[in-house]
């Protein structure tokens, strides 16, 4: 899951050494943490959310092939 969230993310973003994923195993899901450049959440997020919410689907299609539960989120610095 890892790998398809990297390989996605890495095409969108303009500053890849600033991505980080982190897996945390949390109720009976997987659930990822997205840190980007702030220049690049806007890319990600999309007009209208639209790129996010088809990266989450993607996500939930690989879940259900691995039989696992997965939730995607962004963490923004602060």
Same mark, same amino acid.
């Given at each position: 899951?890892?790998?398809l969230l990297e390989f996605v993310?890495?095409?969108l973003i303009k500053f890849p050494e600033d991505l980080t994923i982190k897996k945390v195993e949390e109720f009976g899901y997987h659930?990822?943490?997205i840190q980007l450049n702030e220049?690049?959440?806007g890319r990600v997020?999309?007009?209208g959310a639209k790129v996010i919410r088809a990266i989450r689907k993607l996500a939930q @299609? &690989?879940?259900i092939k691995e039989q @696992? &539960?997965?939730r995607i989120e962004l963490v923004e610095d602060k």
């Open positions: 899951m890892k790998s993310l890495l095409r659930k990822y943490l220049e690049d959440y997020i999309g007009k @299609v &690989r879940a @696992v &539960r997965v």
